[in-house]
Nanobody
Framework: QAEFVESGGGLVQPGGSLRLSCAAA????????MDWYRQAPGKQRELVAR???????IYEDSVKGRFTISRDNAKKMVYLRMNNLKPEDTAVYYC????????WGQGTQVTVSS
C-alpha cells in the first residue's frame, strides 16, 4: 500500500490546465515538507515544486509562473495546479516528502499533446 496516492493527471492540449492531487497516509503529514516530482521518458526524476510545513515554496525554473503548489494539512493533501501546460511538461508526476524520503506512489501521468 502506497504512502502517497497521486491523481488528476490526464491528456491535455498545450495551453491547458490540470490540478494534481496527492493524498498522504499517516498521522504526521503536518510535519512534512512536501515535494512534487516528475519523470519524463528517458530523463531522470526532477523536483518540480516544494512546499514546506510553514508554507514556503520553491519551483523549478521552467514551471515558475505556471504551476502552484499548495497543501491542506487537515485533509492531508498536497496539490499542484498546472496552467499553460507545454509538451515538455509531459511526464509522470509524483508527490513525496522532502527529498523523496517517503514511499513512492505510482504517480499520475500528464500528457500534453495536440
Amino acid at each position: 500500500q502506497a504512502e502517497f496516492v497521486e491523481s488528476g493527471g490526464g491528456l491535455v492540449q498545450p495551453g491547458g490546465s490540470l490540478r494534481l492531487s496527492c493524498a498522504a497516509a499517516g498521522n504526521i503529514f503536518k510535519f512534512y515538507d512536501m515535494d512534487w516530482y516528475r519523470q519524463a521518458p528517458g530523463k531522470q526524476r526532477e523536483l518540480v515544486a516544494r512546499i514546506t510545513v510553514d508554507g514556503s515554496t520553491i519551483y523549478e525554473d521552467s514551471v515558475k509562473g505556471r504551476f502552484t503548489i499548495s497543501r491542506d494539512n487537515a485533509k492531508k493533501m498536497v496539490y499542484l495546479r498546472m496552467n499553460n501546460l507545454k509538451p515538455e511538461d509531459t511526464a509522470v508526476y509524483y508527490c513525496n516528502e522532502r527529498s523523496g524520503s517517503g514511499y513512492w506512489g505510482q504517480g499520475t501521468q500528464v500528457t500534453v499533446s495536440s
